[in-house]
């Protein structure tokens, strides 16, 4: 399993999942949310913000034992990403409860998790899965503890997010019945970027997988926009874990269902959603600037991001910088507008 940190990767560290032509592959949505709980985790206890919000970080800190949250230190080490399969949610598919997971994270032996650290990395573990081979059963249990922990503060926050993440499977349906999931999966992750049949993610441990015949199972998360969790080579199934758009708007209080929080705004976020929509024809920095009533220095950074993700192209000519919508986003806005 891959817990994405993106930001120890360099611009051409990809890991690749070759999918090919989407009209053959079996897509699925799913609601599992012992994902979200590992993206909060790792997220409030590792270190390494992944977009949550301080307050929600704030709280699931309080509510784990500090013996408990050093269990999460060997997931968020910079520079790696891959952990052992313990750690993935038993079965995405099926939508096994939180609680069922936590009991099988404590009925795990020690040389289960042993086999299963061997099985990853080989016979000697990265430095920072030493220590766990070293004292097997108390990393169980206090890992198991700290999810269990972190489960019970964010409950209630998940029962919120609900109607946000129904919202989710509608669009991906919505999506595949429109022949538009290419525009799905190229907006599934900022550091993510779909083309040619393939999904590429940055990754400071890249590595290459092919779809093949298993079902790609696409696993909405209550979680910070930067936070990214999949696996790709289970034989069964390939899952992704995403952060389901509009969870900053449920974070700070807004309605998930409320006159705000629809279309590209819940995707994109509102600025980038009303730089889209300005973008009717292609117009220069400074007509973008004008029509959207933005700096100069925020129509430039959050086009940036946008031409990342794909979205837009920049053209120079001369002195002025045009900026056009790329094929994808024409896409992407057809999906949304209702």
């Not at 503890?145 to 129904?166: C, E, F, K, N």
């Not at 009303?274 to 430039?300: F, H, N, V, W, Y």
């Not at 950074?301 to 002195?319: F, I, K, Q, T, W």
Request: with cysteine; proline share 9%.
């Amino acid at each position: 399993m891959t817990l994405s940190k993106d930001r120890a990767a360099g611009p051409q560290d990809a890991t690749e999942l070759h999918i090919g032509r989407l009209e053959d592959a079996t897509i699925r949505v799913s609601l599992d949310p012992y994902l979200s709980v590992l993206a909060l985790t790792t997220d409030a206890l590792g270190g390494r913000r992944r977009g949550a919000p301080e307050w929600l970080r704030r709280h699931i800190r309080s509510a784990v034992s500090p013996a408990f949250a050093q269990a999460v230190w060997p997931l968020v080490a910079p520079g790696h990403s891959v952990t052992p399969d313990c750690v993935s949610p038993l079965n995405p598919v099926l939508e096994t409860s939180v609680d069922e997971q936590i009991e099988r994270l404590r009925d795990l032996s020690p040389d289960d998790l042993l086999a299963d650290l061997e099985r990853v990395f080989g016979s000697a573990p990265p430095p920072h899965w030493r220590a766990v081979a070293r004292q097997p059963r108390q990393w169980l249990r206090a890992y198991a503890g700290a999810t269990s922990q972190v489960w019970t503060a964010m409950r209630p926050a998940w029962r919120d997010a609900r109607p946000l993440l129904d919202r989710e499977v509608a669009r991906v349906g919505a999506a595949a019945v429109r022949g538009r999931l290419d525009a799905v999966l190229g907006g599934i992750h900022p550091n993510g970027r779909f083309e040619d049949g393939i999904l590429k993610i940055r990754d400071p441990e890249p590595a290459r997988f092919e779809l093949g015949d298993r079902p790609l199972v696409l696993v909405p998360m209550m979680s910070g926009g930067d936070a990214l969790i999949c696996c790709l080579d289970r034989p069964d199934a390939v899952w992704l874990g995403y952060p389901v758009p509009g969870a900053g708007r449920l974070f700070d209080g807004v309605p998930s269902g409320g006159e705000r929080a629809n279309g590209l705004d819940l995707l994109l976020g509102p600025v980038r959603a009303q730089l889209l929509g300005a973008l009717t024809r292609p117009i220069t920095m400074g007509e973008l600037a004008a029509l959207t009533r933005l700096t100069p220095s925020a129509i430039t950074y959050h086009c940036e991001r946008l031409a990342a993700a794909g979205l837009v192209r920049r053209e120079r000519n001369g002195r002025e910088v045009r900026v056009t919508l790329t094929p994808r986003a024409e896409q992407l806005t057809e999906l949304f507008d209702e």
